[in-house]
Protein backbone atom coordinates (compact mmCIF):
# COMPACT_ATOMS: atom_id res chain seq x y z
CA UNK A 1 0.00 0.00 0.00
CA UNK A 2 1.26 3.64 -1.08
CA UNK A 3 1.37 6.34 1.85
CA UNK A 4 -1.63 8.35 1.45
CA UNK A 5 -0.89 11.58 0.29
CA UNK A 6 -0.95 14.75 2.74
CA UNK A 7 -1.48 18.33 1.23
CA UNK A 8 -0.55 19.90 4.51
CA UNK A 9 -1.60 20.06 8.41
CA UNK A 10 -2.60 22.53 11.30
CA UNK A 11 -3.01 22.61 15.05
CA UNK A 12 -5.09 24.20 17.27
CA UNK A 13 -4.46 24.33 20.76
CA UNK A 14 -6.49 25.76 23.93
CA UNK A 15 -9.72 23.64 23.60
CA UNK A 16 -11.79 21.63 25.56
CA UNK A 17 -13.76 18.64 24.61
CA UNK A 18 -17.14 17.65 25.87
CA UNK A 19 -17.95 14.03 25.15
CA UNK A 20 -20.54 11.96 24.78
CA UNK A 21 -21.31 8.22 24.76
CA UNK A 22 -24.89 6.31 23.77
CA UNK A 23 -26.07 9.50 23.21
CA UNK A 24 -28.75 9.61 19.99
CA UNK A 25 -28.58 11.40 16.66
CA UNK A 26 -31.42 13.67 18.30
CA UNK A 27 -29.97 14.10 21.33
CA UNK A 28 -26.38 15.12 19.81
CA UNK A 29 -28.59 17.88 17.31
CA UNK A 30 -30.39 19.02 20.36
CA UNK A 31 -26.99 19.58 22.40
CA UNK A 32 -25.42 21.47 19.58
CA UNK A 33 -28.55 23.33 18.69
CA UNK A 34 -28.96 24.51 22.69
CA UNK A 35 -24.63 25.39 22.92
CA UNK A 36 -25.13 27.63 19.72
CA UNK A 37 -28.66 28.72 21.60
CA UNK A 38 -26.18 29.69 24.49
CA UNK A 39 -24.03 31.67 22.15
CA UNK A 40 -21.03 29.81 23.11
CA UNK A 41 -19.46 28.92 19.52
CA UNK A 42 -18.61 25.23 18.86
CA UNK A 43 -15.07 24.79 17.30
CA UNK A 44 -15.50 21.47 16.34
CA UNK A 45 -18.04 18.22 16.51
CA UNK A 46 -16.49 14.67 16.04
CA UNK A 47 -19.94 12.25 16.20
CA UNK A 48 -19.80 9.05 15.29
CA UNK A 49 -22.90 5.87 15.46
CA UNK A 50 -22.12 2.40 16.08
CA UNK A 51 -24.76 0.25 17.07
CA UNK A 52 -27.11 2.49 17.44
CA UNK A 53 -25.36 4.68 19.49
CA UNK A 54 -23.68 7.93 19.01
CA UNK A 55 -20.38 9.59 20.53
CA UNK A 56 -18.00 11.71 20.48
CA UNK A 57 -16.57 15.02 20.99
CA UNK A 58 -17.48 18.39 21.09
CA UNK A 59 -14.54 20.67 20.60
CA UNK A 60 -15.31 24.24 22.42
CA UNK A 61 -12.95 27.29 23.34
CA UNK A 62 -11.32 26.14 26.98
CA UNK A 63 -12.79 29.15 28.76
CA UNK A 64 -16.39 28.04 27.79
CA UNK A 65 -15.97 24.39 27.78
CA UNK A 66 -17.43 24.10 31.67
CA UNK A 67 -20.47 26.12 30.39
CA UNK A 68 -20.78 23.67 27.49
CA UNK A 69 -20.37 20.56 29.91
CA UNK A 70 -23.90 22.20 32.06
CA UNK A 71 -25.47 22.58 29.05
CA UNK A 72 -24.85 19.08 27.68
CA UNK A 73 -25.72 17.73 31.48
CA UNK A 74 -28.87 19.48 31.02
CA UNK A 75 -29.77 18.26 28.18
CA UNK A 76 -28.58 14.87 28.67
CA UNK A 77 -30.87 14.37 32.14
CA UNK A 78 -33.92 15.65 29.83
CA UNK A 79 -33.85 13.34 27.29
CA UNK A 80 -32.68 10.72 29.59
CA UNK A 81 -28.83 9.92 28.11
CA UNK A 82 -26.00 8.94 29.94
CA UNK A 83 -23.88 11.96 31.49
CA UNK A 84 -21.73 14.21 29.30
CA UNK A 85 -17.86 13.95 30.29
CA UNK A 86 -15.34 17.21 30.01
CA UNK A 87 -11.67 17.29 29.16
CA UNK A 88 -10.53 20.43 29.99
CA UNK A 89 -7.54 20.66 28.03
CA UNK A 90 -7.03 19.70 24.61
CA UNK A 91 -6.09 20.24 21.17
CA UNK A 92 -6.75 19.23 17.73
CA UNK A 93 -4.26 18.29 14.91
CA UNK A 94 -5.98 18.56 11.49
CA UNK A 95 -4.71 17.13 7.82
CA UNK A 96 -5.50 17.62 4.97
CA UNK A 97 -5.37 14.62 2.49
CA UNK A 98 -5.03 14.59 -1.22
CA UNK A 99 -6.29 10.80 -1.50
CA UNK A 100 -6.14 8.03 0.08
CA UNK A 101 -9.62 7.25 1.37
CA UNK A 102 -9.40 5.33 4.73
CA UNK A 103 -6.44 4.87 4.41
CA UNK A 104 -5.06 8.08 5.93
CA UNK A 105 -6.86 7.37 9.46
CA UNK A 106 -5.81 4.23 9.41
CA UNK A 107 -2.43 5.33 9.02
CA UNK A 108 -2.33 7.71 11.76
CA UNK A 109 -4.13 5.44 14.26
CA UNK A 110 -1.36 2.35 13.85
CA UNK A 111 1.54 5.09 14.12
CA UNK A 112 0.04 6.20 17.21
CA UNK A 113 -0.40 2.73 18.48
CA UNK A 114 3.20 2.09 17.67
CA UNK A 115 3.83 4.99 19.97
CA UNK A 116 1.38 4.63 23.02
CA UNK A 117 -1.05 7.67 21.49
CA UNK A 118 -4.35 7.38 22.37
CA UNK A 119 -6.62 10.09 20.09
CA UNK A 120 -9.49 11.66 22.04
CA UNK A 121 -11.49 11.55 19.19
CA UNK A 122 -11.18 11.01 15.39
CA UNK A 123 -13.03 12.82 12.72
CA UNK A 124 -13.03 12.42 8.80
CA UNK A 125 -14.28 13.59 5.71
CA UNK A 126 -13.00 13.84 1.92
CA UNK A 127 -11.35 17.45 3.10
CA UNK A 128 -9.84 16.73 5.94
CA UNK A 129 -8.95 13.97 9.16
CA UNK A 130 -8.90 15.79 12.67
CA UNK A 131 -8.01 14.12 15.37
CA UNK A 132 -7.94 15.33 19.29
CA UNK A 133 -5.66 14.92 21.90
CA UNK A 134 -4.78 15.44 25.72
CA UNK A 135 -2.66 18.97 24.85
CA UNK A 136 0.64 16.87 26.32
CA UNK A 137 -0.12 14.58 23.85
CA UNK A 138 -0.07 16.80 21.03
CA UNK A 139 3.63 17.43 20.34
CA UNK A 140 4.49 13.03 20.07
CA UNK A 141 1.55 12.80 17.58
CA UNK A 142 3.39 15.75 15.72
CA UNK A 143 6.55 13.78 15.93
CA UNK A 144 5.26 10.64 15.89
CA UNK A 145 2.55 11.85 12.85
CA UNK A 146 4.89 13.97 10.82
CA UNK A 147 7.63 11.16 8.72
CA UNK A 148 4.63 8.39 8.38
CA UNK A 149 2.32 11.62 6.11
CA UNK A 150 5.95 13.05 4.57
CA UNK A 151 5.65 16.58 6.53
CA UNK A 152 8.40 18.12 7.91
CA UNK A 153 8.49 21.15 10.68
CA UNK A 154 5.71 21.40 13.21
CA UNK A 155 2.24 22.27 11.69
CA UNK A 156 1.12 25.95 11.70
CA UNK A 157 -1.26 26.75 15.05
CA UNK A 158 -4.46 27.95 13.96
CA UNK A 159 -4.82 31.35 15.43
CA UNK A 160 -8.10 32.19 13.68
CA UNK A 161 -11.61 31.63 15.52
CA UNK A 162 -14.44 32.14 13.48
CA UNK A 163 -17.25 33.79 15.88
CA UNK A 164 -20.75 34.66 15.10
CA UNK A 165 -22.03 37.97 15.11
CA UNK A 166 -24.64 39.07 17.49
CA UNK A 167 -26.52 40.46 14.82
CA UNK A 168 -26.75 37.36 13.04
CA UNK A 169 -27.38 35.37 16.23
CA UNK A 170 -30.64 37.32 16.61
CA UNK A 171 -31.94 36.74 12.84
Known amino acids: ?3 PRV ?12 TIDGW ?3 GAAALAQTISESRLNLAMALLAEAG ?3 RGALALERE ?4 AAGVAELVGRELRLPEPSLCPDAAVLTAYPLG ?7 LALAVLAGRGITPLALGT ?6 LAFLTADLAP ?3 ALGPAWGLSGPPPLEQVAVVQSAARRES
Not at 7 to 18: A, F, K
Request: charged share 10%; with cysteine.
Open 100 to 106: GGLHLPA
Open 64 to 67: VCPQ
Open 141 to 143: AIE
Open 7 to 18: SGWRQRRGLGLV
Open 24 to 26: TWG
Open 125 to 130: SPAALS
Open 52 to 54: GVV
Open 1 to 3: MSR
